[in-house]
């Protein structure tokens, strides 16, 4: 979970930095950050499968981590290295949650839950666990934004650190994980390469649609969005199939009809509160990360900060985030509405998008960075503690992975959506004031950046104030 966290945001803290240096647009800088949510959300479930087949410790060593170099590369690698987190985190997060005997809750995280046996012990594995995901952002914010200014290799120094963490925690894993037993059962590797090719040409027709040469009348952008589209339809239709395949006891098993990656009668628990709480998630993510993305691009190209000054305005985001993991936490997220956190998330957007650049950073920079990890942590705990209540034991694999991949997802369409909302209002802007904006958007006014940046901001507060209809 650290590695996970700081291979995100030591790369955050140095996009402005990747930016000049290879001259890129913003439009392909949100991919270095999208295209590792969208690799990892569209194969948390076959890996979540492969988990609940071939051993979560095979899945777990199995993991790809590579250090990037420069030009289109970046964005490729980037989401090679999403693979790595697709093939850990479905089988270490949750799983299966029950109360013991004193009502504190418990969880069953895949390899965790053969390491600890029942007892109080497991919900401290458990706050430890979600306690890495605070760590390992401050770690790679903080050693990711020094090693940026100070380094000679600057922006590339964090890939270098992540590549060193990644094969000691891989070595780490090889030793000390025990083997489980291996399953014999077929995996859907249909249903896995239509999600995947489905959910990948949405998202980047999204991000590129209005950089187009004739922008969304661009012939290969319509004619990618409906295969996209069909796609996903196809993966909906396939996976309802293995569904009623598989429940039919008359037909036999066969590599034709192998087990779903995603049963769709899993949106449909508890009279559709499923459903909704995995709609909360994709929402609340979306918010989240592209209020963070924006924020980073505010602080170092609006208001010149360097990347260490811009990590020193988000360590409060961490120190939260670490106390909001405490045993407390656990216990208040039974009772938690995770809609409270999508308000959060919102009120963080919206200081964004009302803030004044001559102002302290107390006014509107410092609550903003409270509140908006209250509200992920919030959404995070109370999230997976229900759907995990409602997961069947056999499911417990690719149940934590739907709802890692909708929060990725959430990443990934948010950075493409805000980044196109914040394009077409940066070039409405420049154009009123008689600018014609370049392809890379340098020579655009700074009033219509700042326009841009809070338009972005906007965005961030409207998809996550959604969550609270749900």
């Excluded at 981590?65 to 989401?79: D, E, F, P």
């Excluded at 929402?283 to 010149?304: A, D, H, K, P």
């Excluded at 417990?396 to 990443?411: K, M």
Aim: hydrophobic share 50%.
């Amino acid at each position: 979970m650290v590695v996970n966290t700081a291979n995100t945001s030591s790369v955050s803290i140095s996009l402005p930095a990747i930016e000049k240096d290879l001259n890129i647009t913003e439009v392909q800088l949100q991919w270095l950050v999208s295209a590792y949510s969208l690799s990892s959300g569209c194969l948390l479930l076959f890996f979540g499968r492969l988990a609940d087949v071939w051993s979560e410790k095979g899945v777990h060593d199995r993991s790809i981590y590579t250090v990037i170099t420069s030009g289109i590369t970046l964005i490729i690698l980037r989401a090679f290295q999403g693979l790595g987190t697709a093939a850990t985190i479905p089988s270490a997060v949750s799983i299966l949650y029950t109360l013991n005997w004193n009502s504190h809750a418990v969880c069953q995280l895949g390899i965790l839950a053969h390491a600890f046996p029942p007892s109080r012990i497991r919900s401290i594995a458990f706050a430890t666990f979600l306690a890495g995901a605070p760590v390992g952002g401050a770690f790679g914010m903080t050693i990711g934004g020094v090693l940026t200014q100070i380094s000679s290799t600057h922006w590339r120094s964090p890939f270098y650190l992540v590549a060193v963490m990644s094969a000691l925690t891989g070595i780490s894993g090889m030793i000390s994980f025990d083997a489980d037993v291996t399953s014999t059962e077929a995996v859907d590797w249909i249903g896995a390469s239509l999600v995947t090719i489905g959910l990948v040409l949405i998202v980047f027709v999204l991000g590129q649609g209005e950089v187009a040469s004739q922008g969304w009348k661009t012939p290969y952008i319509i004619i990618l969005l409906i295969v996209g589209i069909v796609m996903v339809l196809l993966f909906l239709l396939w996976e309802r199939y293995l569904e009623q395949a598989i429940d039919d006891p008359s037909r036999a098993p066969s590599a034709w009809s192998p087990p779903p990656l995603m049963r769709l009668s899993l949106w449909t628990r508890e009279k559709g509160r499923m459903a909704a709480i995995l709609a909360i998630a994709f929402l609340n993510w979306f918010g989240f990360m592209s209020w963070s993305f924006w924020v980073q691009l505010y602080y170092q190209n609006y208001l010149l900060l360097t990347p260490m000054q811009t990590m020193l305005r988000f360590i409060p985001l961490f120190v939260v985030g670490c106390l909001c993991n405490v045993r407390w936490q656990i216990a208040f997220a039974l009772t938690c509405r995770p809609v409270s956190g999508t308000l959060l998330t919102a009120s963080a957007a919206i200081l964004f998008a009302l803030i004044d650049p001559t102002a302290t950073y107390w006014a509107f920079g410092f609550p903003a960075t409270v509140i908006v990890v209250f509200g992920a942590d919030f959404v995070y705990s109370s999230g997976t503690i229900f759907i995990a209540k409602i997961t069947l034991p056999h499911e417990r694999s690719v149940s934590g992975a739907l709802f890692q991949t909708v929060t990725q997802l959430g990443i990934a369409v948010g950075l493409a959506v805000s980044t196109l909302v914040s394009n077409i209002v940066v070039k409405n802007e420049s154009a009123d004031v008689g600018v014609t904006v370049n392809s890379a958007g340098t020579n655009a006014p700074r009033s219509a950046h700042l326009k841009g940046y809070r338009s972005a901001q906007w965005t961030c507060a409207s998809f996550a104030l959604m969550g609270e209809y749900y």
